[in-house]
């Protein structure tokens, strides 16, 4: 049996509030994993980081159909954080950029959006700066979904209020 990685998308902006990756989702592959870093450009204001999926025509998913379950962990001395939303209208909360320089990166693997026979299950591993007032890095695990049997071909990065640097790699996975 063959198994195939390959990436398929490489997109980065400056200076913009969005990224929208289209049309990277097809029933082709089994696995998509999704690189991002962004980061908060000098001179830019405080910025909430949050994902949504992109139908087949390419426009956002943003109904409450979106559920996580996470663990979060300070890199100061503090206990294990649990984080669990039902029913928002994304995919997964990143982080807040909230002084310059301040920045995300992580990895969210999802099982094929595209396929519409079931929900849109992934799994998240997220790394950010700018937490709390002491801009303390914090790491977030867990589990993300769409509740809603439909096709999502994209994924759209963005910000509440202001502008950010993005850089999204896809990669897909396939066996067989």
């Known amino acids: ?20 990756v289209t049309n990277c989702f097809t029933a082709d ?56 939303t039902t029913g928002v209208n994304y995919l997964t909360y990143l982080g807040f950029l ?15 959006p595209y396929e519409n026979d079931r929900y849109t299950l992934g799994y998240l591993s997220n790394n950010s700066r700018g937490m709390d007032s002491d801009n303390n890095w914090r790491a977030y695990i867990g589990y993300v979904g ?3 049997n439909t096709s999502a071909t994209g994924i759209k990065f963005y910000t509440n209020t202001d502008t950010m640097n993005f850089n999204v790699q896809i990669s897909a996975y396939k066996a067989g």
Request: charged fraction near 20%; glycine fraction near 6%.
């Open 98 to 112: 909230n002084v310059d320089s301040d920045n995300i990166h992580g990895t969210l693997s999802l099982a094929n």
């Open 146 to 148: 769409l509740k809603l």
């Open 29 to 84: 592959y089994t696995l998509y994993d999704i690189r991002y870093s962004v980061t908060r450009p000098s001179g830019s204001g405080a910025a909430t980081l949050v994902t949504r999926l992109l139908d087949n025509t390419n426009t956002e998913i943003s109904s409450n159909d979106y559920e996580s379950g996470q663990f979060r962990k300070l890199y100061v001395n503090t206990g294990l954080e649990t984080s669990r």
């Open 1 to 20: 049996m063959a198994e195939h990685y390959l990436k398929i998308a490489n997109e980065s902006a400056t200076n913009v509030s969005s990224l929208s």
